[in-house]
């Protein structure tokens, strides 16, 4: 089993940055999917990004394409998400996911290694 921990979640003002990072260890870290999902209170888990395993595939949702960038090392065995111009409808607990399977998916069940998640807080 892969194991992820999530960090680089705070509080920030509106207009802020965050970057976030997924770091992996267990199982040989090798042609995993990566994604980054967000869930606020009340709300579903949502995808924010993924990205294939050499970088060539990446998708963004809607509402954050042209302020977040997702990005590996994997000599690292990290994954980065890169937060720019946060608003406060970022507001939610941010968990990367590992898809052993290789290929980016888009749907949480797809999914099947989680990290606890880091808090992200924008404030108005």
């Known amino acids: 089993q892969v194991q992820l921990v999530e960090s680089g979640g705070g509080l920030v003002q509106a207009g802020g940055s965050l970057r976030l990072s997924c770091a992996a260890s267990?199982?040989?870290?090798?042609?995993?999917?990566m994604g980054w999902f967000r869930q606020a209170p009340g709300k579903e888990r949502e995808i924010v990004a993924a990205?294939?395993?050499?970088?060539?595939?990446?998708y963004y949702t809607d509402s954050v394409k042209g302020r977040f960038t997702i990005s590996r090392d994997n000599a690292k065995n990290t994954v980065y998400l890169q937060m720019n111009s946060l608003k406060p409808e970022d507001t939610a607990v941010y968990h990367c996911?590992?898809?052993?399977?290789?290929?980016?998916?888009?749907?949480?069940?797809?999914?099947?290694?989680w990290g606890q998640g880091t808090q992200v807080t924008v404030s108005s």
């Open positions: 267990g199982r040989p870290y090798s042609g995993y999917a």
């Open positions: 990205i294939s395993w050499r970088g060539g595939e990446i």
């Open positions: 996911a590992a898809n052993t399977g290789g290929w980016v998916a888009w749907t949480a069940r797809e999914y099947d290694c």
